[in-house]
């Protein structure tokens, strides 16, 4: 066909082959009939690749696009490498999925895939949160596992998380050794789609006690909870996997008033009440808040369709439901923590927080207050849960996530986990209403205690092939013209994680830095402002974050600094994104 790439063709070539199966031969041959360039471009001009998340895309024909045979392939690859990595003993893994269109299939085929290599599968009856599928990989004693999820992407997507014997997503080297074994396979045949079935054993509901036993027992003030048991919570999963733990986890705490929204409340891989299933959107948390409001609730808490994030809408000083960003819902979470522990003189055994390179530095000033060391790690979980899992039992974990919206309380995953965050935001909720505080009071109380913040995400949806070259070019850009001052603000350090090194653009010193390489750029002010671009690991987005501080004498006058603050960071930000 005109105007495709010799390689694009090649792969095209080989998918019309009777390799591949009648529905996607006719699928492919429509398009180009239907001379479909940019859609048999983006579909073929590169294989899906492990990110942050794994695997993700578009749901669809071609090697870009996630189907019966990228899925396949993705699974003989890992099969291939347990087998390598565990030879002499037998290999167990877990499977679960959420409620997008084509999970439970994709599900059953990853399953059958393992089963035909020998591998023993305990696979979800039914569609669970991701935190669940890293429960379950450590409860069992698994070497893997893989979630068939795309988390808060729209309906379009769907995705493959691949997971390590510590319930962790795939990180180096297993992630790129991984990618080796894939890469391999080069025919369809090499893939073992039929499954010896006496290898797959259902889990069923028996493990969701498990799992909220484990985490009740890490409850820090149940006496609070008792004592606010009727504490109105609002919760929507927002047609996700939600609905399946965390009402029966609220109500197994203690909570007893805990009201759903209906219109979200059952599982819908079309999603068919918001644009983006994303608790971090005011259109997918509409509906919650609206039933807060109703019912004059006391926490409003949404998930998204893996429930490993979570977003809250709390009252405001005006009594109108407000939502938190996800730099204010962690920093609560590490101030009520750290706070209650060192209450009950249980801050011992070392203990730490992490955090990512891109989550809001109040964390690390509320660790420094009680005493506890905090790390930081690139973005991604799943560098979260591979720092606890080396720290192992030198030190104790107690808190830690990103930004965006995924937390997790205690270790019992490795992996961000919103049924477990929405116990403690509302166990956090009870304790200090018992005090006589609101959420939001104690947020203002934060503030004033350890500074003001107010950060802020623009992120730039670049689709396609076209897409990720623009988005490498904006970084490139930016690394040939780095900017000496931002929003009239002098640009002091700058850390390119790409290059693993800090350039203080005062001396011209350089240092390096102790993380893996990754294509991020930080601008660090005078003021102590940071500014980060960050080309997304899961979405066709490149990302930029800002987040800047002033002291905050007196909570009356929170409006008045935060409207300042919104406007340096809007400056800021229309200088490195313009």
């Known amino acids: ?85 565990f030879s002499n003993q037998e290999i167990k893994v877990a499977v679960s999925y959420d409620s997008r269109n084509n999970s439970q299939a994709f599900g059953q085929l990853v399953a059958q895939v393992f089963a035909a290599n020998g591998i023993r599968v305990y696979l979800f009856n039914e569609m669970r949160p991701t935190p669940m599928l890293s429960f379950a990989i450590r409860h069992f004693g698994c070497q893997s596992g893989v979630m ?52 797959i054993l259902p889990l069923g509901e028996e493990i969701d006690q498990i799992y909220i036993e484990a985490n009740k027992a890490l409850s820090i003030h ?8 009727d504490l109105k919570i609002v919760f929507s999963p927002i047609h996700g996997t939600g609905i399946t733990i965390v009402p029966k986890l609220l109500t197994a705490w203690g909570f007893e008033q805990v009201t759903v929204v209906a219109e979200q409340a059952t599982p819908d891989g079309n999603f068919p009440t918001v644009i983006y299933p994303n608790p971090e959107e005011e259109d997918a948390m509409a509906l919650a808040k609206k039933k807060g409001e109703e ?19 709390v009252k405001n000083s005006q009594g109108q439901f407000q939502l938190l960003n996800g730099n204010q819902i962690g920093s609560l979470l590490i101030y009520y923590v750290l706070r209650s522990k060192s209450e009950l003189n249980q801050l011992k055994n ?48 107690l808190v830690g996530g990103e930004e965006s919206y995924g937390y997790l309380v205690g270790d019992l995953v490795r992996d961000k986990d ?80 790409q290059q693993s090194k800090i350039t203080d653009m005062q001396t011209s010193r350089t240092s390096e830095i102790a993380l893996p390489k990754s294509d991020v750029l930080q601008f660090i002010t005078v003021d102590g402002d940071v500014i980060s671009a960050r080309p997304s690991g899961t979405e066709p987005k490149i990302k930029f974050y800002c987040s800047v501080k002033e002291e905050l004498p007196d909570t009356a006058d929170y409006l008045q600094l935060q409207q300042v603050l919104a406007e340096k960071v809007d400056r800021m930000m229309n200088d490195i994104v313009s």
Not at 222 to 229: D, N
């Open 222 to 229: 149940p006496e609070a909870v008792a004592a606010q048991k």
């Open 418 to 497: 919103a049924p477990n965050s929405c116990a403690f935001l509302a166990e956090m909720t009870a304790y200090f209403k018992s005090k006589g505080k609101t959420v939001y009071e104690v947020l203002l109380d934060i503030y004033q205690e350890f500074g003001c913040y107010q950060e802020k995400l623009i992120s730039l949806t670049k689709k396609g092939k076209a897409g990720a070259e623009e988005i490498q070019a904006m970084m490139a850009g930016l690394r040939q013209n780095l900017p000496s001052s931002l929003g009239g603000v002098q640009v002091k350090e700058i850390r390119d994680y």
């Open 295 to 313: 019912i004059d609730a006391d926490l409003v808490l949404a998930t998204d369709p893996d429930a490993d994030r979570v977003g809250i809408a």
């Open 148 to 199: 068939l999820t795309a988390s808060h992407n729209p309906k379009e997507y769907n995705g493959y998380k691949a997971y390590w014997n510590d319930g962790s997503q795939l990180t180096a080297p297993h992630d790129k050794n991984v990618i080796e074994e894939v890469n391999a396979i080069t025919a369809v045949a090499d893939i073992q789609f039929e499954g010896n079935r006496q290898n």
């Open 1 to 85: 066909m005109e105007n495709l790439d010799k390689d694009i063709q090649k792969k095209i070539e080989d998918w019309l082959t009777p390799s591949y199966d009648e529905e996607t031969r006719a699928t492919v041959q429509k398009l180009i009939d239907n001379k479909e360039v940019t859609e048999l471009t983006d579909s073929f001009y590169k294989d899906l690749e492990f990110g942050t998340g794994g695997l993700r895309g578009i749901m669809g024909v071609g090697s870009n696009r996630m189907n019966k045979y990228t899925i396949g392939k993705a699974t003989q690859g890992l099969a291939n490498y347990l087998k390598k990595q």
């Open 350 to 397: 070392n203990p730490y927080i992490v955090k990512t390179i891109v989550t809001s530095n109040l964390q690390s000033a509320i660790a420094d207050h009680y005493g506890v060391a905090h790390y930081e790690t690139l973005t991604g979980f799943k560098y979260i849960g591979e720092l606890i899992t080396r720290l192992g039992d030198s030190a104790q974990y």
